[in-house]
Nanobody
Framework: QVQLVESGGGLVQAGGSLRLSCAAS????????MGWYRQAPGKQRELVAD???????NYADSVKGRFTISRDNAKNTVYLQMNSLKPEDTAVYYC??????????????WGQGTQVTVSS
């Protein structure tokens, strides 16, 4: 089983920055895509950004130019640098990862979520 542990959430004023981290652990052979999703109260979970093992990135239009996703493959860790934060970025942020185990099976794993609150 894989475990994803997120950190870095918190309370910040509008215009501020936060950096989220998510580390995967377990008997992992490889991780293809790692990503960040978010869910605001009363809304559906939505993709924020994701990144392949080769470094190809994909962003939601709402965060382009403000957020940067990166990963350290050696550490099985993905990061989300969030700049110029807006109140509408307030949500619980979830990390996910498409992992392949040594057994050859694969699974989509989710972290427990970390709260990001942006005050106006």
């Amino acid at each position: 089983q894989v475990q994803l542990v997120e950190s870095g959430g918190g309370l910040v004023q509008a215009g501020g920055s936060l950096r989220l981290s998510c580390a995967a652990s377990g008997r992992i052979f490889s991780i293809n895509v790692m990503g960040w999703y978010r869910q605001a109260p009363g809304k559906q979970r939505e993709l924020v950004a994701d990144i392949t093992s080769g470094g190809r990135t994909n962003y939601a239009d709402s965060v382009k130019g403000r957020f940067t996703i990166s990963r350290d493959n050696a550490k099985n860790t993905v990061y989300l640098q969030m700049n110029s934060l807006k109140p509408e970025d307030t949500a619980v942020y979830y990390c996910n990862a498409r992992v392949t185990y040594y057994s050859g099976t694969s699974a989509l794993a989710w972290g427990q979520g970390t709260q990001v609150t942006v005050s106006s």
